[in-house]
């Protein structure tokens, strides 16, 4: 087992102080380091940085950051979501470890997807707020973020968002 311990900091947001969720540190008791290229090759991290070392994973509307000594993780509903997560991503990181021997590791970064193609697959890019953004291209890029997807335009028909989902699909934002 590589990492036994964490200690978690839970925070409101300073750029949005009046906003409902919450984020995370979890302060790690080992250095993972050593275990980044295995983890980002079992999950598909979204970004790989190699200097600092550092994996992105973007899942269900959040972003996840591990470094070597911490893990970060923003958008979270309370305190209960921060522990399930880093929880999990602890056993990810312990079971990457344990089975290194047999992933091929990973400093690659995922393809992004492009804004202007989700936006072409949007139906008639009026703005019309539906899904509570400002403009079409404002979802286009929450959709590219991870943070939104094809169900949260209401605009959309069936054969649209599978389209749309067929598109994103590769990029696995969707877990």
């Known amino acids: 087992m590589l990492l036994e311990s964490y200690r978690l900091e839970i925070f409101n947001s300073k750029c949005q102080p009046g906003a409902m969720g ?17 983890l980002n090759a079992v999950l598909g991290g979204f970004e790989y940085l190699k200097d600092p070392p550092s994996v992105t994973f973007k899942a269900q509307g959040k972003l996840i950051t591990v470094h070597g000594n911490q893990i970060a993780v923003n958008a979270l509903k309370d305190e209960e979501e921060a522990t399930k997560i880093v929880q999990w991503l602890m056993r990810e990181i312990n079971d990457a470890w344990d089975n290194r021997d047999t992933i091929t590791p990973s400093t690659e970064s995922m393809p992004r997807p492009k804004v202007i193609e989700i936006l072409k697959r949007l139906p008639n890019k009026t703005g019309c707020r539906l899904c509570k953004e400002p403009t079409c291209m404002v979802f286009a890029t929450r959709i590219a973020e991870g943070a939104k997807g094809p169900e949260d335009c209401p605009v959309l028909d069936d054969a649209a968002k599978e389209k749309l989902a067929e598109y994103m699909r590769p990029f696995n934002l969707f877990l």
């Open 22 to 38: 919450v984020h995370c540190f979890a302060h790690l008791g080992q250095d993972v380091s050593c275990v980044l290229p295995y």
